[in-house]
C-alpha cells in the first residue's frame, strides 16, 4: 500500500533545500568559462582605444606578427573582408567589432592579437601601433544635442545627428488637461548614474570550430545561449544547426552577460580561420570600459495633484545615454525598456512618458543590471517623486502612499500606460514595514535628535516590478516572442532529468526546478537532476534575465510535470485495472477513489512506462513545454531605510533596513531570502559608492576595482527580511513571481529618500547618486542640489 | 608554461630567449618544483600550471580577492604575487582545505548557511575565513565582515558568509 509523500520532505515547494549546486561549488570544482582547456587552444586579447572619439588613420601590426608565437592579428580592416567589422546589436542598431573608420568610446575594440599564451597576446597587442587623429568627444546628452554636436554615428546613411530614438507613451492631452486642473504641482529632476552589474567572473569565450565536422562549439559566459546560437547563425553565416553555444557556470551575471560582445565573435572567426579552439577573458578593465553598462538616464517630471494628497497625472521625460552603440537587451516595442511601468503600483488616472536616446561616446550597453528592463529607473524616479510631493503636500511620506495605493480590491488594474497588474496587498506590506521599522517612534528620536544637531532621516520606498516577459504578444527581442520552455524526462526507476531554455548565473535553479518536480510529481528533488546551458541538449528558451526564470521557464517546469502526470494517471489507470476517471491524485500517488488503499506511486507508474505499457499507448515518459505566460507578475515590495548623516562630513551610516516583499509563493525561501539580500547590497552600493562616470575627454573614471567601488562585507549594513505577506501570482501554474531583482530595482531609492529625509527643511531637492560624502557635505553647507552628471567636476 | 614555437629559421629558437626561472613549493601538502617565466602570476601557475582552477581570477588589480590563497597559512591575493616569490613557500588553495577530511567546517557553513550563489568569489572567501578562524577560533559578527572586507561578492550581501564563517567557527570549536 502506497503513502502520499511529505512535500517538505522530500523537497517541494516551500522546502529551504540546500543547494546542489553548492557542493561543487565549496570544492572550487565548478566549471567556469576560464576553466576550460581544450586541447590545442590558443588565446586571445583585444587592443582597446585609448581615446573616446578619434578617426584611425592608419594600424601598423607588423611588430606584433613578428613576436615568436603569435598565430594571427585581426584588424577591423581584415573582418570587413569578411563582413565581420560590424554586428547586429540586439536593438535593430549595428555595433563595430573591430573599428575601421574610427573609435568611438574609449576601451573600444581596435585589433586582437591570437597566440600560444595569453602573456605573449598581450605582449603582441602592445606591440601594435595605431595612428589616432582626435575628434571633439561628447559624454552627455546635452552636448549631443547642442547645435553643431560632431555626429558620433556618422558610418549609418541618414543619421544627421546623435538621436537614436523619440518615443512616447501615455496620453499627452488627458495628462494636459489634467495638470491645468491641479492644485498643487511638484516637480523633480535626476540623473540615475552609469552604473556597471560588475559580476566578479568577467566575459569570455572559447570557440572550437571543428572542420571534419563542420560544427562550431563555443563556450561562453551568456545568460541567454539559444540567443546567442541565433545571432551567431546570422552574423557568421553558419548553419544555425552546426552551432552548439555552452554556457558553463557563470560568475554572476546581473545583465552584463546577455548581449554579444565583440570578444565572442572576434574568438569565433579566430577559430575558424586557425582551425584551433581560441579562448578570449577578458579582464577587469575590459570589462567595466566596454561591455553592457546600465542606467544613464536623465529624468525629469512633474506631478499634478490635489491638496488632500490625491495625484491626478504624472508626466515624464526621459534622456537616455546610450553610449555608441545603441545595443540594449529588450524587448523590441519598448524603446526605453519597462519605464513606464513606473507608479504601476499608485491610482493614477492619466499619465504621458517621452523618451529620448542618444548616442555619446561612451561604451555602449543600457543592459538591465539585474532589473526588468530600466524598471529600477522606473522606480527610482517614482519613489524619489513621491516624497517630493509628499513633502511640497506637507503630507506623512507613509500616508501619502497609502491614499494613493490601488487597493486590495481594485485587480486587476490598468495602469495608466497600459500594464494590467493583477494582484497585491500593498497597504499591508507598507503596515508590515513601518511597524518592523517602528515608525512612530522614529519620527519622535528625529525631531529630538534634530534639536540637538543630529540629522537622522527615514526613508520609504515601495515597487511593483513587472517580470517574466513575455506574454509573446508584447515581448520579443529581434522578433524572437519571448516564451521559455522545459524539458522533463522520468526515468524507468523514477529519477528525472529537467532541462530548460533559462540559464541560471547563482539563482539556484539546479535546486528549485527540481523543488517544483516534487511538488507537481512527488518525485524527491534529490532524484531530479537540472540541466541548462547547453543548446544541443536544452530546449529553446530566452535565458536568464530580467527575473524571468520563475515567472517563465519556471511554469513551463509545472506545465510539463503536469504533462507526465496526465500520462502517468493513465499508466496508473492500467496498472490498478480500473478506468481513468476512477483515479485520485495525490502527492505521489495515484489511488482508486472508491479504494484509496489500492494505488501506485509514481516511480511505479514511471517503471510501467518503460515496461508495461497499455496496448496502443506510445512507450516512455517524457515531454517538453513551451510556456508563453498570459501576463507578466507583479511582485511588490516595501524598502524602508533609516540613516544618520554626519552634517560635518556628510558620511552616512544605515542605522536599519527592513524589506517587506510580497513575491507570490516562494518555491525556496532560504533561496528567495539569499536573492533579495543580494539585491539590497547592489541597492546600497548605488546609492552610497557605486558608479561609472567619465572626465570631458571621455575617460572611464570607474575602469577598475580601485575606481569603481563596490560594498564589502565591512560596509553593507544587514537587513531585516519579512515574508509575511504572499499573494499568489493569479496565472502562474504555482502562483509564485518573480524575485531576484526587487530589491536592486526598488532599493536604491529607499536610501536616497532616507539621507534627503535627514536634510529636510534645507531646502535640497535632489542629490544624484551615489550619495558620496563630498556631495552631501556640499548639500548641507551650500544648500542646493547637487547634480552627479558627467563630465566629472574638475578640481580647478 | 610549455610554449611550442613556429620556427622560422630565423634565430636558435625564440623559446629559448624566454627567461625561466627554477622554484621549489609545497601546494596543498605536496612538493613541487617548476620552471616558470619570471613574470608569471602565482595565479596562473595554480590556474594553468597545476590545473587547480578553483582558484578563480576576477579583477587584476588585489581587490576582489577571488584569488584568494594561503602562503604560510596567510591569504594572498594570488594575482599580484609572482610564481617565483612562492619558492620555498607552502600554498594552500580550495582544493587543498579539507585535508583529509570530506569537507572542511567552512565548506559544511557555506552550504549550510547559503553562503554562495554564483560561487565564484567563494574558494576566496573560505581561505580568508580559514585565515581568520586559524588566529581567532571565536570570532564575532564583526571581527568576520573586517576578515572579510578584502573579498568581494556580487549575489550574496554578505550576511550569509557571516553566518556561515560564524558556522564554521563554531563547528571546529566543539570538534576541539
Known amino acids: 500500500m502506497s503513502q502520499a509523500v511529505d512535500e517538505i520532505k522530500i523537497g517541494g515547494l516551500g522546502a529551504s533545500r540546500k543547494r546542489v549546486e553548492d557542493n561543487r561549488f565549496i570544492r572550487g570544482k565548478g566549471n567556469y568559462t576560464d576553466d576550460i582547456t581544450l586541447p590545442g587552444m590558443l588565446h586571445l586579447e583585444i587592443l582597446r582605444s585609448p581615446l573616446a572619439h578619434a578617426r584611425i588613420k592608419s594600424i601598423d601590426a607588423s611588430k606584433a606578427w613578428d613576436i615568436p608565437g603569435v598565430h594571427l592579428v585581426l584588424t577591423g580592416e581584415m573582418m570587413a573582408t569578411r563582413n565581420l567589422a560590424w554586428m547586429p546589436t540586439l536593438s535593430y542598431d549595428t555595433q563595430a567589432v573591430l573599428a575601421t573608420d574610427k573609435v568611438r568610446f574609449q576601451g573600444q575594440e581596435v585589433a586582437c592579437v591570437i597566440a600560444d599564451d595569453p602573456y605573449i597576446a598581450k605582449d603582441a597587442c602592445e606591440a601594435i601601433d595605431v595612428d589616432y587623429e582626435p575628434l571633439p568627444v561628447i559624454v552627455n546628452p546635452a552636448q549631443a544635442m547642442a547645435d553643431g554636436a560632431p555626429v558620433i554615428r556618422d558610418d549609418k546613411e541618414n543619421q544627421a545627428d546623435n538621436v537614436i530614438y523619440d518615443w512616447e507613451v501615455g496620453d499627452g492631452a ?90 565572442y565573435v572576434c574568438s569565433i572567426l579566430a577559430s575558424i580561420l586557425l582551425e584551433r579552439p581560441v579562448k578570449w577573458i577578458e579582464d577587469k578593465s575590459g570589462n567595466l570600459i566596454s561591455t553592457g553598462f546600465a542606467r544613464d538616464v536623465y529624468l525629469d517630471g512633474e506631478m499634478a495633484l490635489r491638496r488632500d494628497g490625491k495625484i491626478l497625472a504624472v508626466r515624464m521625460h526621459t ?463 551650500q544648500r542646493h542640489d547637487v547634480s552627479g552628471a558627467p563630465p566629472v567636476r574638475s578640481d580647478d | 608554461m610549455t610554449v611550442v614555437f613556429e620556427d622560422h629559421g630565423d634565430e636558435a629558437g625564440a623559446a629559448a630567449s624566454v627567461p625561466v626561472r627554477r622554484i621549489k613549493f609545497t601546494i596543498n601538502g605536496q612538493k613541487k618544483i617548476a620552471e616558470v617565466e619570471p613574470r608569471l602570476l602565482l595565479a596562473h601557475l595554480i590556474r594553468r600550471g597545476l590545473g587547480l582552477t578553483g582558484t578563480h581570477m576576477g579583477c587584476d588589480t588585489t581587490n576582489c580577492g577571488a584569488c584568494t590563497v594561503l602562503v604560510d597559512g596567510r591569504p594572498v591575493k594570488s594575482c599580484t604575487m609572482l610564481a617565483v616569490q612562492a619558492d620555498g613557500h607552502e600554498i594552500t588553495t580550495v582544493e587543498g582545505l579539507a585535508g583529509a577530511a570530506e569537507l572542511h567546517p567552512l565548506q559544511e557553513g557555506f552550504k549550510e548557511e547559503h553562503g554562495l550563489q554564483c560561487g565564484f568569489c567563494t574558494p576566496g572567501m573560505m581561505l580568508a575565513a580559514k585565515a581568520l578562524l586559524d588566529e581567532n577560533p571565536d570570532p564575532g559578527e564583526e571581527d568576520v565582515r573586517w576578515a572579510l572586507s578584502g573579498n568581494l561578492c556580487r549575489c550574496t550581501g554578505y550576511q550569509n558568509i557571516v553566518k556561515s564563517v560564524l558556522w564554521a567557527a563554531g563547528k571546529l570549536r566543539a570538534e576541539g
Open chain 1, 174 to 263: 488627458g495628462t494636459e488637461a489634467a495638470f491645468a486642473a491641479a492644485d498643487v504641482i511638484s516637480k523633480l529632476t535626476l540623473h540615475y548614474p552609469r552604473s556597471h552589474p560588475s559580476p566578479i567572473e568577467c566575459c569570455g569565450s572559447i570557440a572550437d570550430f571543428n572542420r571534419a565536422t563542420s560544427k562550431l562549439t563555443v563556450y561562453m559566459t551568456t545568460q541567454a545561449p539559444h540567443i546567442i546560437r541565433a545571432a551567431v547563425a546570422l552574423v557568421a553565416e553558419l548553419p544555425e544547426h552546426m552551432i552548439r553555444i555552452i554556457s558553463p557556470d557563470i560568475g554572476g551575471g546581473f545583465g552584463n552577460k546577455v548581449p554579444v560582445y565583440p570578444g
Open chain 1, 319 to 781: 534622456d537616455a545615454d546610450h553610449g555608441a552603440f545603441f545595443s540594449d537587451a529588450q524587448p523590441s516595442k519598448f524603446k526605453i525598456g519597462l519605464m513606464h511601468s513606473a507608479f504601476a503600483a499608485y491610482d493614477i488616472p492619466v499619465a504621458h512618458l517621452t523618451a529620448r536616446g542618444m548616442y555619446t561616446n561612451k561604451a555602449p550597453g543600457g543592459v538591465a543590471y539585474r532589473c526588468s528592463f530600466r524598471v529600477t529607473e522606473a522606480m527610482f524616479f517614482q519613489e524619489r517623486m513621491m516624497q517630493a510631493a509628499a513633502d511640497d503636500l506637507g503630507l506623512d511620506q507613509a500616508e501619502f502612499r497609502r491614499m494613493n495605493f490601488v487597493a486590495d480590491g481594485d485587480f486587476p488594474h490598468r495602469t495608466p500606460f497600459g500594464f494590467l497588474t493583477d494582484s497585491g496587498q500593498y497597504a499591508k506590506c507598507l503596515d508590515v514595514g513601518l511597524r518592523a521599522i517602528g515608525y512612530a517612534d522614529f519620527r519622535r528620536q528625529q525631531e529630538e535628535a534634530r534639536a540637538r544637531g543630529r540629522l537622522l532621516g527615514l526613508g520609504i520606498s515601495t515597487m511593483t516590478e513587472p517580470l517574466g516577459a513575455g506574454n509573446s504578444r508584447e515581448y520579443d527581442i529581434l522578433g524572437i516572442k519571448m516564451f521559455d520552455s522545459a524539458e522533463l524526462k522520468v526515468h524507468m526507476t523514477g529519477k528525472a532529468i529537467v532541462r530548460t531554455g533559462a540559464r541560471g548565473q547563482g539563482q539556484g535553479h539546479e535546486t528549485t526546478w527540481a523543488q517544483i518536480v516534487a511538488h507537481e510529481l512527488g518525485i524527491p528533488a534529490e532524484d531530479v537532476v537540472v540541466e541548462e546551458g547547453d543548446t544541443d541538449t536544452a530546449p529553446f528558451g530566452m535565458g536568464t534575465y530580467a527575473s524571468r526564470s520563475t515567472p517563465v521557464a519556471g511554469a513551463a517546469v509545472a506545465m510539463v510535470s503536469r504533462k507526465i502526470r496526465a500520462k502517468a494517471r493513465r499508466l496508473a489507470a492500467h496498472l490498478l485495472e480500473v478506468s481513468e476517471e476512477d483515479i485520485e491524485w495525490e502527492l505521489g500517488r495515484f489511488y482508486v477513489r472508491s479504494a484509496p488503499d489500492r494505488g501506485v506511486t509514481i516511480q511505479e507508474c514511471a517503471m510501467a512506462a518503460y515496461s508495461n505499457m497499455p496496448d496502443g499507448m506510445e512507450p516512455g515518459l517524457e515531454n517538453t513545454a513551451y510556456y508563453d505566460p498570459p501576463n507578466l507578475t507583479w511582485p511588490f515590495a516595501v524598502y524602508i531605510v533609516t540613516v544618520e548623516v554626519d552634517p560635518d562630513t556628510g558620511v552616512w551610516d544605515v542605522l536599519n533596513m527592513v524589506a517587506v516583499d510580497d513575491c507570490g509563493v516562494r518555491i525556496n525561501p532560504m533561496i528567495v531570502e539569499g536573492q533579495i539580500m543580494g539585491g539590497l547590497t547592489e541597492a546600497y552600493a548605488m546609492s552610497n559608492m557605486q558608479f561609472i562616470t567619465f572626465d570631458a575627454d571621455g575617460n572611464c573614471v570607474g575602469s577598475n576595482y580601485m575606481d569603481y567601488l563596490l560594498p564589502t562585507a565591512w560596509e553593507t549594513p544587514g537587513f531585516e527580511l519579512h515574508s509575511e505577506v504572499v499573494t499568489p501570482c493569479p496565472h502562474h501554474p504555482i502562483g509564485a513571481k518573480g524575485i531576484g531583482e526587487c530589491a536592486a530595482v526598488g532599493g536604491p531609492a529607499a536610501f536616497v529618500n532616507a539621507v534627503l529625509d535627514a536634510l529636510h527643511g534645507t531646502g535640497v531637492r535632489n542629490i544624484d547618486m551615489p550619495l558620496l560624502p563630498d556631495r552631501v557635505w556640499e548639500a548641507i553647507t
